[in-house]
């Protein structure tokens, strides 16, 4: 067994994954207070095991941020004895889970880095990262995100989801469409926190990404897609069903900017001779639904989005005046004024807004949070005019609606490059 | 009577024209050394001017705020006007020098308190200009978190922080300098002190609403208010 990663994992650990051996199939569980509800989501994982892959040799690794409330004890504690009633076939091999705490704070880098390390000195051949807050997990979403990489070779498996059309706004409006047209793969959840992986190329992103670049705790999975993207992995996307509405307050609008928006921008000054050559966009081999969307009616102020948005440009000029070119701020600001009936942020103007924010986090105009904190009340302008836009649209409307974004941000994205160029 | 007369004058003459030659020497190595010194300062401030351009001084100030201070006061760029100080301070320092080692009387304790002084000026400088960088830097941070958690008058909130920090590094910066200590330590409390009354009584004054609603949607089990926060951005 290769000991690579002993510098930053435990003594305990190691003795731990000595004692487990190699595996066919790991399961990576980051957690940080999740008692809650760790103990269904880990006997889901072991049904999923079970029947999925009932020869092979699994473990459960759980990655712990310094939970308080027992989370670790309850992942290893939970026996397979609960789980094998309800799943007839038996697991020829023994099921191991178990634990260690990566760092006293939670950070999905740590966590994933640990995961990875684990896998690599357990030579596990496919993984998978499960998220604790999954409430709808379901013992299939195991066999989905592991079978084409344990069976097809794939390296990299992203899911789809069931969602309503108004959830994931950051994605469909600004993540995807902009992921899609810089990097040329038609990804749709590039930064969730589920996912499957090869071994082969989760030791490649162990050896290569930069885990004291003091970002570990930030955005770690889209840098994982990323780096599948760049360096040519093969990847595909696996339908899980329906995600759970996991709720949010309008502070978490700041942090998932920093999370995702912050990581792309950032992966762009590296990945600009990747990006740069790519032209158009392909889709991404998929198994089950590209996408489904649920219509339901959603209550949603709207009228308090609007407001945000027309407040931060008056009081933000002074911000955006070393971001934006003034004609887009003399845009920006001439729809902040307009009323609720009339205002509307434009795709184009949204896409342009979008650019030349990536073009100065670039150059670091200002401080690099501040940037992305500032894009926080133009993405509400955004959201309302989709709101609005899609208030009575089906499935298919919105669907529309967000290729169409996709398509604006590929025809502008000459645009980004010269920007880029100009601000060499 | 008369050759007294023309004694004293011819002596007076002498001793004019001796007082002369003994100053014109010292004279015209004043001049060379202003010269040198001008050179030397000026060779100083070329280099400092490419190495400020080159480290980009300029966008360092601009973030700090001090071009738009220079820029209200009709005064030159950042670098341009390091530049020149330093000149001015080189220049002056060879002279002095030059001065001091001629000898004049009255002059030494001058100089040397002048000598004394630069170091304390540099420091006060680099001060000045950490603090209004420090206030550029927290005032805007204030003003993003204040428009993102939707709180009323964020530019109001944000120039108070920004006003409070550079009225604490002034009084850094002349205590340094050791000007007026006594009046600016008692300005700053009076200033401070105004400052944190004012923002108490606009507090309790203006934020009781506030406060109430505050309590209200806190601890009064009512309708949820219906919101952006229902969405989820990821």
């Given at each position: 067994m290769k000991l690579a990663e002993e510098s930053f994992l435990t003594d305990d650990f190691l003795r731990q994954l000595i004692n487990v051996g190699e595996v066919d199939i790991l399961v990576g569980l980051p957690t940080h207070n999740n008692a809650k509800t760790i103990g269904s989501i880990v006997h889901t994982i072991q049904s999923g095991i079970l029947r999925g892959f009932p020869r092979e040799r699994a473990v459960i690794v759980n990655a712990d941020g310094g939970s308080r409330d027992g989370t670790p004890e309850l992942v290893t504690g939970v026996s397979i004895d609960d789980v094998r009633p309800a799943s007839n076939p038996y697991a020829l091999r023994t099921l191991h889970s178990i634990s260690t705490k990566y760092a006293s704070s939670p950070a999905s880098g740590g966590a994933l880095r640990t995961i990875l390390a684990a896998a690599e000195l357990l030579r596990a051949k496919a993984c998978v990262v499960m998220s604790p807050e999954s409430a709808n997990i379901e013992p299939e979403w195991l066999s989905k995100l592991l079978r084409p990489i344990y069976?097809?070779?794939?390296d990299l498996v992203t899911p789809t989801y069931r969602r309503h059309?108004?959830?994931g706004l950051l994605i469909t409006n600004l993540l995807y469409p902009m992921t899609r047209a810089l990097y040329g793969l038609r990804i749709r959840e590039a930064s969730s926190p589920e996912f499957g992986f090869s071994g082969r190329f989760g030791s490649q992103f162990l050896g290569q990404n930069a885990w004291n670049d003091g970002t570990e705790g930030a955005g770690v999975e889209l840098r994982f897609t990323l780096a599948a993207i760049r360096g040519r992995y093969r990847i595909c996307q696996s339908f899980l069903g329906e995600k759970d509405h996991v709720e949010r307050h309008a502070a978490d609008l700041v942090p998932a900017l920093r999370q995702t928006v912050g990581t792309l921008f950032s992966a762009l000054e590296p990945d600009f001779p990747v990006w740069s050559a790519v032209a158009g966009s392909q889709p991404a081999p998929t198994t089950g639904a590209d996408h489904e969307v649920l219509l339901e009616p959603l209550r949603v102020n709207r009228k308090r989005l609007r407001e945000m948005f027309s407040t931060g440009v008056a009081e933000l000029e002074s911000v955006f005046q070393s971001i934006l070119s003034p004609s887009t701020l003399a845009e920006l600001q001439r729809i902040a004024r307009l009323g609720e009936e009339e205002f509307h942020y434009p795709a184009e103007l949204w896409v342009r807004t979008v650019y030349e924010f990536a073009a100065s986090y670039r150059k670091s105009v200002i401080s690099r949070d501040h940037i992305i904190q500032a894009l926080a009340p133009l993405f509400r302008g955004r959201v309302f005019t989709f709101l609005m836009e899609n208030r009575n649209a089906s499935a298919e409307d919105v669907e529309n609606n967000i290729e169409g974004l996709c398509l604006e941000f590929e025809r502008l994205k000459p645009y980004l490059l010269q920007l880029w160029k100009s601000r060499e | 009577m008369r050759e007294m007369i023309i004694s004293e004058l011819s002596q007076a003459l002498h001793e004019i024209a001796r007082g002369f030659a003994h100053f014109l020497p010292r004279l015209i190595v004043i001049v060379i050394l202003a010269f040198v010194g001008w050179v030397i300062a000026y060779v100083v401030k070329a280099l400092l001017r490419s190495i400020l351009r080159l480290i980009k001084f300029d966008k360092l100030s601009e973030n700090a705020g001090a071009s738009q201070l220079l820029t209200e006061a009709a005064l030159p760029s950042a670098t341009e006007m390091l530049s020149r100080f330093v000149f001015w301070v080189t220049w002056l320092g060879v002279i002095l020098l030059g001065v001091r080692a001629l000898g004049i009387l009255g002059l030494q304790d001058q100089i040397a308190r002048f000598f004394l002084f630069l170091p304390r000026l540099f420091v006060a400088l680099l001060i000045l200009f950490f603090g209004l960088l420090a206030a550029s830097f927290f005032s805007r941070a204030a003003l993003l978190a204040a428009v993102n958690a939707n709180v009323p008058s964020p530019r109001v909130l944000s120039l108070a922080l920004r006003t409070l920090i550079i009225v604490f590094v002034l009084s850094i910066v002349f205590e340094e300098l050791g000007l007026a200590e006594q009046t600016m330590l008692v300005a700053f409390g009076i200033a401070f002190g105004a400052l944190m009354l004012g923002l108490a009584i606009a507090f309790g004054m203006g934020g009781r609403d506030l406060a109430r609603r505050f309590l209200e949607k806190r601890f009064a089990r009512g309708k949820k208010e219906e919101n952006e926060d229902e969405l989820s951005p990821l």
């Open positions: 069976d097809d070779g794939f059309k108004f959830e | -």
